[in-house]
């Protein structure tokens, strides 16, 4: 998948739990969101855009929440 729609639809992801009144809860909000709707292929290909890129182009929430999930490899 095209890392530039990943980071997209991320940031999408990341303005809407971003919104919450708890950014602890909306970074949590972000990691389910996450772990639970990509597929880790998905999962994969952002977290190595984060190693690898600094997360470039993604909000600081998104980037923090993918800071929590799970490492390559186990479910991510």
């Given at each position: 998948?095209?890392?530039q729609n990943l980071i997209k639809q991320a940031n999408q992801i990341g303005d809407f739990?971003?919104?919450w009144?708890?950014?602890a809860q909306g970074r949590a909000e972000v990691t389910n969101h996450l772990?639970?709707?990509w597929e880790p292929r998905?999962?994969?290909q952002i977290i190595e855009h984060v190693r690898a890129q600094g997360g470039a182009g993604l909000?600081?929430?998104v980037i923090e929440a993918i800071?929590?999930?799970e490492?390559?490899?186990e479910g991510a």
């Open positions: 998948m095209d890392i739990f971003g919104a009144p708890d950014p772990k639970r709707f998905m999962r994969r909000n600081p929430l800071g929590h999930l490492p390559m490899g």
